[in-house]
Structure formats: C-alpha cells, structure tokens
C-alpha cells in the first residue's frame, strides 16, 4: 500500500492530475483545488488568490479617497512632518491646493530627508513629489499589478469615470489579495476591543470613545449597530463620507439614525478619534 502523503507518491499523484490539460479556468482552480493533498495549504490558497486577480476589480482593493491619508502642494514642512510621523507611510498623494479633487504628485518620505539635516523650514513639494500612475476603478488587479511592476511604482491613483480622485492602491494592497494580510511593525497588532472603550465621564451614558480607524464591522458587532460597510471600511471614512469635505473636522457632530458622533481629534484631513453616543 502506498502512502499517500510520501513525497514521491505526492509526484506521481501531480503528475497524474496533470495529465489531462485543463480547458478554461474553472477547471484549472478545480485542479489546484483538488490537488491539496500534494500541495500545502499555503500554496494552494496563494494559486487561488492568483486565479481571482483577474475577476478583482481594483475599486473592491483600493483604500477609498474617505480613508487615504494625503497631502496638498501648498503645506508646510512642519505639516508634513506631522502627517509623516504619525502616519508612518512611505509615500503620499498630494492633492491640488486650486482642484482638491484631483491627484497632482506623489511625496516620498526619503526625498525630504535632505531638507531635514539641512534644518530647512521650508520646502516645495511641487519640486520633489513624482508623477502619479492613475488607474480607473474599473481596471482588474492583475492588469494593475502588471502596471505596478512595469513602472517600478509602488503606488497608485484610482479615479472614477469623470476623472475625479476615487482611492488609492498599492503594491501591498494587491499582494496581499494573493498572500494574505501582510503586517509589518507599523500595523495595529493589539485586539480589537482596544479600537472602542467607554468613556470614562460618569455623566454620560451609551457613550464609547471610538478610534477613527475601527472596522465598521466591529463596531456594528460590538455595539450592536447596522451601518453598511459596502463602500468604506472604517468609522472614521463613514462619517468623512456622511460630511464631505470641511474646512475644520474638529467638533462636527453627525448624527446618523440613533447615533450621535462628536470628532473628539482630527487634523486637516483626517479623523483620528471620535465619540460615539447612542440616544
């Protein structure tokens, strides 16, 4: 009797399934599928994120325009230092100060190192940041990735149909579609539960202190909530989406069905925590 999970069975067994060539791509996942008995599991789960590539659109793995973390051609130096440290990115969009709509370069942190040990207070980032790669919504992330690595870009501007800033994809993003999450030392490793906690003020009741960067589905699983995350990710990019663009995020009050949120601190941009009241 022969053991099936011996190296050299597991070849003749592979060799077997490929004896017959699959004719479309169904029947070529069906092969990878069935073949977990000779392949790691790890593999098999990266050659299934390969084959959905193509069927990804790059609108389902870009970060949406209401989460993107970004800078305008007119800041100052003090003010992107800012966003860099506690962003913790390596590269930025920066949008037009005359069309805040539009993507007119992309900064990368590196360049301004120079201005840096220079103790420059002032610096143009007109003259350092790169020229964008756009990418329609509509494009596949296969075709995307093909452009990522042609163009040795890491990054990339989704835009709509009318030409207008929708997102932003990069190389991680894509990856990740293929590999699985990919964290580094930058990323949130603690548990969930830290993104919510209650506040503390022994007047309020049904009151939480939420991180902007909560899971909607977290929220709505912990809190018992039903707010749709089919276009935005986050609490903060629900309630960036609910506003649109303001001049001052600091102290808006949305209210949406029996929720009352209150951004407790953000900056230009970009909300970093917000309360949560349910009436």
Partial sequence: MHDESSPSWGMRGLRK????????????????????????????????????????????????????????????????????????????????????????????????????????????????????????????????????????????VVIDEYGTTSGLVTLEDILEEIVGEIEDEHDMVDEEASYIVPDDDPKTANTWLVQALTPIEHFNNLLDADFPDDEVETMGGLLLQEIGLVSDLQGQVIEIGDWEFTIVEADARTIHLIRAVLK
Avoid: C, Y
């Avoid at 942190?109 to 420059?120: I, M, R, V």
């Fill in 17 to 156: 399934w490929l004896g017959t060539a699959p004719e479309t791509r169904d029947e070529l996942l069906k092969l990878v599928q069935d073949s977990r008995r000779f392949l790691e599991p790890d593999t098999v789960a990266m050659l299934e994120g390969v084959f959905d590539l193509p069927a990804t659109k790059i609108r389902e793995v870009m970060t949406p325009r209401t989460a993107m973390i970004s800078l305008q051609e007119d800041d100052e130096l003090l003010d992107i230092l800012h966003v860099l440290i506690e962003s913790a990115h390596s590269r930025f969009p920066v949008f037009s100060s005359d069309q805040p709509d539009n993507v007119v370069g992309i900064l990368l942190a590196k360049d301004l190192l120079p201005f840096l040990t220079e103790k420059a207070s002032k610096v143009d980032i007109r003259v350092l940041m790169r020229q964008p790669l756009f990418v329609p919504e509509s494009a596949r992330s296969d075709q995307v990735l093909r452009m990522l690595k042609n163009t040795q870009t890491h990054i990339a």
